[in-house]
Nanobody, 129 residues
């Protein structure tokens, strides 16, 4: 059974950076596409970024494009989200999610929460002075 554990959240000032990690156990992520979502208080869960099973295809929400970078390390069975130039509006609980996929290419459809079967517990990111 796949288990996902996020880490790396915290408090950072505007303009700062954080790197989130999503460590998988129980199953190798080789055949999974993995995405990051976030949810701020009172708002719906929002897709942030996704990486394909091969790692060769990625997609980003417009709100984070050119600031966030998703990557995966097959050997460590981990997916990362590097977040730069953070803004107060990036404050949220960040979740990683995974689902089996051999599509090879991900676009905005991969940022829908209902595409995913397995979820982590989330990590809080707060951007504030």
């Amino acid at each position: 059974q796949l288990q996902l554990v996020e880490s790396g959240g915290g408090l950072v000032q505007p303009g700062g950076s954080l790197r989130l990690s999503c460590a998988a156990s129980g199953v190798t992520l080789d055949y999974y596409m993995v995405a990051w979502f976030r949810q701020a208080p009172g708002k719906e869960r929002e897709g942030v970024s996704c990486i394909s099973d091969s790692g060769n295809s990625t997609t980003y929400a417009d709100s984070v494009k050119d600031r966030f970078t998703i990557s995966r390390d097959i050997d460590k069975n981990t997916v990362y989200l590097q977040m730069n130039s953070l803004k107060p509006e990036d404050t949220a609980v960040y979740y990683c999610a995974a689902t089996i996929s051999l599509s090879g290419r991900v676009t905005t459809w991969a940022l829908r929460p209902d595409e995913y079967d397995d979820w982590g517990q989330g990590t809080q990111v707060t951007v504030s002075f």
